[in-house]
């Protein structure tokens, strides 16, 4: 089963990194044409998510809310003080999964894959595997 990993380095706190092409990088070195891609974020305060990648204010709304629903100012008890970035990671959860179709991604007209970095900037890195 093809897998691998890639880099992605943030240079913010709070970030959305559209990281479809590396993704679809992946599904072409492969050699995979009808299948399942599935992407994987090992780290506790960065999430993976789907979400509309033509209007760069959607990135922006959606991290504002999160802030909005993730207070920073509460009696947090994990003494590291990332707290917030932890319940967003779980909020947007760790992976995403694709189908492959004719060796393209089968992703909607608007859809982008995004790394969603909480706790940078950060060098991360993102798991793949193809079936
Ligand atoms: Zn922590």
Redesign the pocket.
């Known amino acids: 089963m093809p897998a691998g990993t890639f880099a992605v380095s943030t240079s913010q706190t709070m970030q959305f990194v559209d990281i479809t092409a590396q993704v679809q990088k992946a599904v072409d070195a492969s050699g995979i044409v009808d299948g399942i891609c599935h992407v994987y974020n090992p780290h ?2 960065a999430g993976l998510t789907i979400n509309e990648g033509a209007d760069p204010a959607v990135q922006t709304d959606i991290l504002t809310a999160l802030q909005k629903i993730v207070p920073m100012n509460h009696p947090y008890q ?1 003494l ?1 003080g ?2 917030p ?2 319940i967003m990671a779980s909020l947007v959860g760790s992976s995403v999964t694709v189908f492959i179709e004719n060796g393209r991604l089968q992703l909607g007209t608007w859809q982008k894959i995004f790394f969603c970095e909480f706790d940078g900037p950060r060098s991360r890195k993102v798991f793949w595997r193809i079936s």
């Open positions: 506790t305060t994990h590291e990332n707290s970035a932890h």
